[in-house]
């Protein structure tokens, strides 16, 4: 007889692997499918100096402490590290090499469909997270543009611009970072479309999931929830990020609506070559494996209550942002969305 396995997660990261040590608890049947041949999840690919924005003891998955760090906030590697020790400590069934490329759900289970043989199951989690759907904006004369255009996602070192006029595109958390150390290396720009906002200096993730659990606690109660207590600025002041305000980099030139052959066209119709473009400009989310199987918007998300899908049965999310759980996108946040998932699974599978 074929296999049907309880529950089948997508993704190998770590809201795959929060969600298998509840699924473990649970006693249930179950499979996480990595595409990648390592663990570590999308921190595999991400540029060599970024760091966990919270200290060690404020960033780990449910059961199992992130070893302390000799720096203030663990680096990408020891991130790395300790999700793969996490997968062997709570021997989780993964397997890796596996690309999903479709899923059906016909006579009460799911089929899913890999380059291997097809595998079945009662319950999907959908864990993939966005490293998988970066988004660059398309602007006139993008494809005139004959320098070197590359996403965050493929940032790996400053290194690689040396002698290159770089332009750092986006307002967020890895647009501050890569202009800090691009920065040192050559010369950089930094165009954003709003003045960018700074934390304070003592501010870290821990705090930021504080506020999103005050959040997600006034929604449960029905209270409106008081932003004006709380510093929401959106740029976490790690040491790069200090020391380059020290140095005066950390200011923005604005923004542009145009490229052409040798750079930008900046609103004020002034042409500036250079020789770099780095997009900071976010991620979609990679659920486009679900397209036939449900409906998404433009961003990749689909209709939930927290982490379970509205449109079919069976079918959770986790891991993805606050539309699937209040700061599960984070280490610590991802806990209490995979908890719950789990639970609702074992309700889901007895009924």
């Not at 692997?17 to 595409?35: E, P, Q, T, V």
């Not at 750092?168 to 202009?179: D, H, L, P, T, Y």
């Not at 954003?192 to 821990?206: A, C, I, K, M, N």
Request: proline share 4%.
């Amino acid at each position: 007889m074929e296999e049907i396995f309880d529950v089948v997660v997508i993704g190998g990261g770590q809201s795959a692997l929060a969600c298998g040590y509840y699924l473990r608890r649970a006693k249930l049947n179950f499979l996480i499918l990595d595409k990648q041949d390592l663990p570590g999840g999308a921190w595999l690919h991400a540029w060599d100096s970024l760091t966990l924005f919270s200290p060690a003891d404020y960033s780990s998955l449910p059961g199992w402490l992130m070893p302390k760090s000799e720096h203030q906030f663990p680096s990408r590697q020891e991130v790395v590290n300790y999700l793969a020790k996490y997968e062997e400590h709570y021997q989780l069934n993964v397997q890796r090499g596996i690309e999903v490329i479709d899923i059906k759900k016909e006579g009460g289970h799911f089929t899913v469909f890999t380059q291997q043989n097809p595998i079945r199951s009662k319950a999907i989690i959908s864990a993939t997270g966005t490293w998988g759907n970066p988004i660059i904006p398309h602007l006139e004369g993008a494809e005139d543009f004959k320098g070197t255009q590359i996403h965050s996602r493929n940032y790996k070192k400053p290194e690689d611009f040396i002698n290159k006029k770089t332009l750092v595109i986006g307002e967020g958390n890895s647009g501050a970072q890569i202009v800090a150390e691009v920065s040192k290396i050559t010369e950089t720009k930094w165009s954003t479309r709003s003045e960018p906002q700074f934390l304070p200096d003592d501010v870290d993730g821990y705090y930021l999931f504080n506020v999103a659990s005050a959040k997600y606690k006034a929604e449960k109660e029905g209270k409106p929830f008081d932003s004006s207590k709380y510093n929401l600025g959106n740029i976490v002041m790690v040491p790069p990020v200090k020391e380059a305000r020290e140095r005066g980099v950390l200011v923005s030139s604005g923004t542009f609506h145009q490229l052409y052959n040798k750079g930008v066209i900046w609103y004020t119709r002034e042409h500036e070559e250079f020789d770099a473009l780095i997009w900071c400009t976010g991620f979609g989310y990679d659920t486009s494996y679900l397209k036939k199987l449900i409906h998404t918007d433009e961003k990749g998300i689909p209709k939930t209550i927290e982490s379970r899908s509205l449109e079919k049965d069976g079918l959770w999310f986790v891991g993805y942002g606050n539309w699937s759980g209040y700061a599960s996108a984070t280490l610590i946040g991802v806990n209490r969305s995979a908890k719950q998932t789990v639970l609702e699974i074992e309700e889901f599978i007895n009924k």
